[in-house]
T-cell receptor
Framework: DTAVSQTPKYLVTQMGNDKSIKCEQN?????MYWYKQDSKKFLKIMFS???????INETVPNRFSPKSPDKAHLNLHINSLELGDSAVYFC???????????FGQGTRLTVV | GESVGLHLPTLSVQEGDNSIINCAYS??????FIWYKQESGKGPQFIID?????DKRQGQRVTVLLNKTVKHLSLQIAATQPGDSAVYFC????????????FGTGTRLTVIP
């Protein structure tokens, strides 16, 4: 019954590694998002993607890239991980019209 | 105005009292607003929303007020319960090509039994 699910829930990795976080939604939504939440709980959008366009927050380093194999999935790939990438990453989905976004449970990424 | 600084704004209330959480939003063109609740270790959960053609909306024990003149939102929780303890975020959405939600600084609500 999980609406938006992310894996893994926790990810600990060394600097310089490449990692991926997977996200799946079973709500039939057209749009999916990735958000980053820092240690002060501030939530910032990273990407918004539907089958027509990808919108990238200009502050996101190009080491981060979303990949969507199909409408129900939006995975986040991160290359050359840095200490400052440590945060909780949330996937979300929503319909195209102005409605709420539904969030996954988050992936806590720790870069050591 | 918006909270800026090193600390998450906090609000402590006694169980049974009413809580009011405030939020200033930034974009006068935003036309849809949402309050989210985030419990420890979980993702944000939808509480209530309001569109810019309204100034008040009520749910179960929650009320959202929108003042477009001063770009201000508030969330009122009636008869606050220990389970209401969480971080609360307001979020705004504008008329852009994609539906991006922009979150304000959260407020940590602590309910004292």
């Amino acid at each position: 019954d999980t609406a938006v699910s992310q894996t893994p829930k926790y990810l600990v990795t060394q600097m310089g590694n490449d990692k991926s976080i997977k996200c799946e939604q079973n709500l039939g939504h057209d749009t999916m998002y990735w958000y980053k939440q820092d240690s002060k709980k501030f939530l910032k959008i990273m990407f918004s993607y539907n089958n027509k366009e990808l919108i990238i927050n200009e502050t996101v380093p190009n080491r981060f890239s979303p990949k969507s194999p199909d409408k129900a999935h939006l995975n986040l790939h991160i290359n050359s991980l840095e200490l400052g990438d440590s945060a909780v990453y949330f996937c979300a989905s929503g319909r195209e019209t102005n409605t709420e976004a539904f969030f996954g449970q988050g992936t806590r990424l720790t870069v050591v | 105005g918006e909270s800026v600084g090193l600390h998450l704004p906090t609000l402590s209330v006694q169980e049974g009292d009413n809580s009011i959480i405030n939020c200033a939003y930034s974009n006068s063109a935003s036309d849809y607003f949402i309050w989210y609740k985030q419990e420890s270790g979980k993702g944000p959960q939808f509480i209530i929303d309001i569109r810019s053609n309204m100034d008040k909306r009520q749910g179960q024990r929650v009320t959202v007020l929108l003042n477009k003149t001063v770009k201000h939102l508030s969330l009122q929780i009636a008869a606050t319960q220990p389970g209401d303890s969480a971080v609360y975020f307001c979020a705004e959405m504008g008329q852009t090509g994609a539906n991006n939600l922009f979150f304000g600084t959260g407020t940590r609500l602590t309910v004292i039994p």
